[in-house]
Every structure is written in C-alpha cells, then in structure tokens.
C-alpha cells in the first residue's frame, strides 16, 4: 500500500473518510510528524526521507518546490494536489484508489491533479 502524507492544512474529513473506509490506509499527518509550521522545502525533504507521496491543496508554492526537487536530482516520491473544491466523497475515493492501488515508486518525480478522471 502506498505511504501517505497530508500536508497541514489539508481537510481532515477527507482523512477521517479514508481512515473509517479503510483502516490499513498508510498515511500521516505533517503535524503528528513534529513537522507543525514548516515549510514547503522541509516538508518534501521529510516526504522523501520518509518516502511518502505528498497530499496537498497548496497548488501556489508546494508544486513549485516539488519541481524544484526534480530539477536538482533530489528525491520526490511524489505530490497530489487536491483541489479544495473537489466533493469530500470524490476526495475520500481518490486517495483510498491511490492508496490501495499504486505500486512502490510509481508517482516518484511526479506531480498530479486529483481528481484524475
């Protein structure tokens, strides 16, 4: 199951939604990370210690950092920008789909747009 890591501003219904629909779902907030207020750079830099794919609804500066990362050569298992005006229950499928069904690796370097479809 793919590693999970929601930014801190990111919707907790969304994470609750995920956590009731599948309990085993592999994912952390920033903030239990002791990562309370840091900023974008050192968020990826722990995302991809941890080799976590990034949730976030910070399209204006997390995307850029991202890309940031991928220029430079560093590590950057990924990052999924979720639109605040995506429905809960759209958000809730989408993270669980990504959870349950990508393989290890697959969304390194990468930033994508939820929803997918």
């Known amino acids: 199951m793919l590693p ?8 907790n219904d969304v994470l609750r939604g995920v956590s009731r629909r599948n ?9 239990d990370a002791g990562l309370s207020g840091a900023d974008d750079p050192a968020v990826l830099e722990w995302t991809a210690r941890e080799g976590r794919v990034l949730l976030t609804h910070d399209v204006t500066t997390m995307t850029r950092y991202a890309y940031d990362r991928v220029r430079a050569g560093e590590t950057m298992p990924g990052v999924f920008e979720v639109s605040r005006n995506v429905p809960v229950g759209v958000a809730i499928e989408e993270v669980l789909l990504l959870a349950e ?5 697959e ?7 939820l929803p997918l479809r």
């Open 101 to 105: 069904l990508s393989l290890e690796g």
């Open 107 to 113: 969304w390194e370097g990468q930033v994508r747009y």
């Open 4 to 11: 999970l890591v929601a930014d801190e501003n990111f919707n």
């Open 23 to 31: 309990p085993d779902v592999d994912i952390v907030r920033v903030q």
